[in-house]
């Protein structure tokens, strides 16, 4: 949220950038920060969940103003070019506030593979964007439904490849540590 109280200089403009600068006026609250997820945990008895973390100190935010959890997520990629995905800021933010509350990861999950290394990378579950919505537009509700049952036996396969029985049980021992002897492939970079 932090980010977002940076001072954008009014302008009107007839650029992509330009109007760009204007739609985020128009759309974001740029007084919004910390104190306000306070105020909100003070009158809502629910869950919390702050999505879009991509940061340790933004994690620790989160937490001290009362979140019951987090998303580390970089919206898929289409706000900021060049910033970090989730998964490659997952175990930075796990080290900082890990056992604080829930951590899921979002951004490029595409197959059962993929849930198996954000859980064995330490996240609590991890969450589809894009793929839904491509299953849903190349064949309606039939289509997500399938592809839900593929990303589900390829998760299966996944599992009995690498030996592993239960899903709590994934974790970083499962990653590929550089040495070729483990079962998957490096996050480094992953999912942009
Ligand atoms: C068309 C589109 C619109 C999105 N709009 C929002 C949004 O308004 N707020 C938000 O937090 N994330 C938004 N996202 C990001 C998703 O919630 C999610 O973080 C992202 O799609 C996950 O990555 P994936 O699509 O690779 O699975 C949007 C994503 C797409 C593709």
Redesign the pocket.
Known sequence: MGHFSVEITPHTGSTLNENQQAWIRENFDCSTNWADLAWVRSIWPGKIII??VLCSEDAKAAFDAGADGI?V??????QLDGVSS?IAALSGVLDAVGGRGSVWV?????SGLDVLKALAAGADGC?????W?FALAAGGEQQVAAMLRTLKAELRVAMTLTGCKVLRNADRSLLDKGSGSLPLTSLEGY?R
């Not at 969450?127 to 793929?131: F, K, N, P």
């Open positions: 999505k879009g998303i997520s970089n919206h898929g990629g289409r989730g979002d951004g490029g999950i595409r969450l589809l964007g894009r793929a919505a999912a």
